[in-house]
C-alpha cells in the first residue's frame, strides 16, 4: 500500500524548470532557485514527466512508504517556494516591546537591559509593518519557519500576561496570577 500523499503529482507550473538527477532535484522559478538531496535514496523514485513530477516507492517496506510521502512533499514545497514564497507573520506583545528595521536586519526590544540584533540568513528577508509586527519570508519554507521559531525564542509569549513574541493568529492559553489577601 503506497502513500497517498506520495501517489499524487507535483503540479509544475509555467515558468519553472525542474530537474532531477540521480541523488539532487533542482527547482528553478521566478523567485530564485533551490536545490535538494533526495531523502531516501533507493526507496523512492523521482522522474519528470511533462508538467508534472511523479515520485514512486520502489519497495513496499515502510522506510519506503514514509519516504514516498516525504519527498512528494519537499519537492512540491520547493516548486511552490520558488514561485509564491513562504511568509510567517510575527507580532509583538508587551509594554516598551518594539522592532526595527535595520538594513537587512531587525532589532528587537524586548525589556531587556539591550536591544537584540537579529541577522538574516542568506534567502531570508524582514519586513517590518510597525513597532509591533513584522514578517519573515523567503523561498526555502524550512529555513521560513525555522527562523520565525529562532525569533520566537528570544522572548516566548508567557503565560501570565502575554507579553512575547507570536506568531499572528497564535492563542496563549492563560494563567490566573497569584491571589492577592
Do not use: C, W
Request: positive net charge.
Amino acid at each position: 500500500m503506497a502513500s497517498r500523499v506520495g501517489k499524487q503529482p507535483v503540479a509544475i507550473p509555467s515558468g519553472v524548470d525542474v530537474k532531477v538527477d540521480s541523488a539532487t532535484v533542482t527547482v528553478k522559478g521566478p523567485k530564485g532557485e533551490l536545490s535538494r538531496a533526495i531523502p531516501g535514496r533507493g526507496s523512492v523514485s523521482v522522474k519528470v514527466e511533462g508538467d508534472q513530477v511523479l515520485v514512486t516507492a520502489e519497495g513496499e517496506d515502510r522506510i519506503s512508504r514514509s519516504m514516498h510521502g516525504l519527498t512528494r512533499t519537499l519537492i512540491n514545497n520547493m516548486v511552490v517556494g520558488v514561485t509564491e514564497g513562504y511568509t510567517k507573520n510575527l507580532q509583538i506583545v508587551g509594554t516598551g516591546y518594539r522592532v526595527l528595521a535595520k538594513g537587512k536586519d531587525i532589532e528587537l526590544q524586548l525589556g531587556f537591559s539591550h536591544p537584540v540584533l537579529f541577522k538574516a540568513p542568506e534567502g531570508i528577508e524582514f519586513k517590518v509593518e510597525g513597532a509591533l509586527k513584522f514578517s519573515v519570508s523567503g523561498i526555502n519554507k524550512e529555513l521560513v519557519g525555522e527562523t520565525a521559531a529562532k525569533i520566537r525564542r528570544i522572548r516566548p509569549p508567557e503565560p501570565y500576561k502575554g507579553k512575547g513574541i507570536r506568531y499572528e493568529g497564535e492563542r496563549i492559553r492563560s494563567k490566573v496570577g497569584k491571589a492577592g489577601k
